[in-house]
């Protein structure tokens, strides 16, 4: 099946051109690109993990929207910008100026479309910025097209509950979260005898320069990790990831329903 995790109903390549055409509202339809990386998981995980983030917590979110409310999933783009972990077999990755480029050429066929409203729900933590500069730059050529650069987990959810401090600061990458999470969406990818727990070595102490803080260095995945994980995967389980998923979706759901309601500010100065 091509929806794979989205309700087909809501997959937008099923979709005829005469469908498209003959669209009511389209200013107002909710268009999402889901955003995701082919990049090394350490060993347990499947490479596919943030592309897998965004079409499940898409999907589910999708499965709770009330059917009025008019949204459709862009096919997922598999490959991101990933080369913080170079040096581990199976990462794909694209250049900041390709995936600016693949980005930019995307929404402006969406425009072309008659859509005036894109969510990029991105779920690699490699890429933010440049999700944020494509918006920016794609919504000062057409300023009537409202472009949502977002990171999936930065809704409202239940992570503080289930996650250990020393995870919530360090679990950047394979831990806990994305394990349990991929045990909820793809259960028989995840191989929980090879999971690690590795939090990352040898960073600055005391000072405020930190690895992900408001003062970040550089850094790639080899300098702090030997197996690629940044975290505690032996923690993750089933029923965390269910809860976690439940909840990032009805954090997503909030999303989709404040960008249809949502309209660009147009004062005149
Ligand atoms: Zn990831």
Request: with cysteine; charged share 20%.
């Amino acid at each position: 099946m091509m929806h794979s995790f989205i309700p087909p109903q809501r997959f937008f390549p099923y979709l005829s051109w005469t469908d498209i055409d003959s669209m009511e509202d389209k200013e107002n339809v909710v268009i999402v690109q889901p955003i995701g990386a082919i990049e090394q998981h350490g060993p347990h995980l499947p490479i596919a993990v943030d592309a897998a983030i965004s079409l499940g917590v898409l999907g589910k979110a999708l499965e709770k929207l009330p059917p009025e409310i008019p949204c459709y999933a862009l096919p997922c783009l598999y490959y991101g910008k990933s080369n913080e972990h170079w040096g581990f077999p199976g990462t794909i990755s694209l250049s900041a100026t390709t995936l600016l480029s693949v980005i930019t050429e995307v929404a402006e066929s969406v425009y072309r479309s008659g859509f005036r409203k894109l969510i990029l729900m991105n779920s690699h933590g490699g890429q933010p910025q440049i999700m944020e500069i494509a918006a920016r730059d794609i919504h000062q050529k057409y300023q009537d097209f409202s472009v949502f650069p977002f990171f999936t987990w930065r809704v409202p959810h239940i992570a503080k509950e289930l996650l250990t401090p020393q995870e919530l600061e360090y679990g950047i990458h394979a831990g806990d979260a994305e394990t349990s999470i991929l045990l909820a969406l793809l259960p028989d990818q995840v191989q929980m005898s090879q999971a690690v727990k590795e939090y990352p070595q040898g960073l600055p102490q005391d000072g405020l320069v930190s690895m992900e803080g408001k003062l970040p260095f550089a850094w790639l995945t080899k300098e702090l990790s030997k197996t690629g994980v940044m975290g505690d995967a032996t923690a993750a389980t089933k029923e965390k990831g269910d809860r976690l998923l439940a909840s990032v979706s009805d954090g997503w759901v909030q999303v989709i329903k404040d960008v249809y309601r949502f309209r660009q500010p147009t004062s005149k100065f």
